[in-house]
């Protein structure tokens, strides 16, 4: 590879690692281009799914500032899957893929900055995606505001009925003073 090709390829990396919320490192020995090619279909437009040279990427992960960690993962054939959008979903898809085709190795990874290990990524696989999680917490903000709503209505109930017992106890011991 020419010096200038070099030099390309490392600013094309170091681009991907800033303008990325994540990347996650792989061990592909072994896929074939078909399987290659269906992963990068499963994994759609959220993540750009790329084999490269671990001594270009090393370079290129240390002048983007990734944590040293995931430049020590940096062994045999290597692909890393930098993910644009929700990183949940891109770790599901290569978590899926990687039980059908155990020649996919997930290594670890940099998630918003922060060193990952394949079990971190494989927990984070377990998560429910974004959508699902926002409405859940949608739904739990909305079943508190409901609950507060329902307390504060009762009050005043509460207290017009405490009032009318005082009124018909006083009503109630003023006519048995009167008889």
């Not at 279909?41 to 270009?56: E, I, S």
């Not at 190795?105 to 998560?127: H, Q, S, T, Y």
């Not at 949608?138 to 505001?145: C, I, L, P, R, V």
């Not at 005043?156 to 009032?163: G, K, S």
């Amino acid at each position: 590879m020419a010096k200038a090709d070099k030099a390309a390829a490392i600013a094309e990396l170091t681009e991907e690692f800033n303008s990325s919320s994540g990347a996650v490192l792989t061990e592909y020995r072994g896929l074939t281009v078909a399987q290659l090619s269906e992963l990068r279909r499963n994994l759609g437009d959220n993540a750009k799914f790329t084999v490269v040279k671990n001594t270009l990427t090393k370079i290129a992960a240390n002048s983007a500032g990734v944590d040293e960690e995931f430049t020590k993962l940096l062994a045999g054939p290597s692909a890393i899957a930098f993910v644009k959008g929700d990183v949940v979903e891109a770790a599901k898809g290569l978590r899926d893929f990687a039980k059908d085709n155990p020649l996919l190795v997930i290594k670890g990874g940099v998630i918003e900055g922060k060193p990952m290990d394949a079990a971190e990524i494989n927990r984070l696989a377990d998560l429910e995606s974004r959508e699902v999680l926002l409405a859940k917490l949608a739904g739990a903000m909305k079943a508190t505001m409901a609950n507060a709503a329902a307390t504060f209505n009762a009050l005043p109930t509460q207290m017009a009925q405490l009032a009318e017992a005082l009124r018909a106890k006083r009503e109630e011991s003023g006519e048995g003073e009167a008889a």
